[in-house]
């Protein structure tokens, strides 16, 4: 028994191939996602807990990385330039 099969997925000849976009089975659950801009509320050491503000991806269970933003390093590390005043 074949769940997964695809049944038709286009046209004849015209326009011969099949869409960028279409729907089809293939391998999901392999990634790594990089969410930005949550924070972190608290932090439970006595329960070894982290409680984060904001949509975690993944599973219950699963792993979670939790690393310094990126973009607020570079944005701490800018020079910013004050208007000349005349």
Do not use: C
Request: hydrophobic share 35%.
């Amino acid at each position: 028994m074949s769940h997964r099969a695809p049944g038709s997925i286009g046209q004849r000849q015209t326009p011969g191939r099949v869409f960028l976009g279409k729907r089809m089975s293939g391998h999901m659950g392999v990634d790594n996602i990089t969410t930005e801009n949550l924070k972190v509320v608290e932090v439970d050491l006595e329960r070894n807990l982290l409680l984060i503000r904001g949509a975690v991806p993944g599973s219950e269970g699963g792993n979670v990385f939790v690393r310094p933003s990126v973009r607020a390093a570079r944005k701490a590390k800018r020079v910013k330039l004050a208007p000349n005043k005349k």
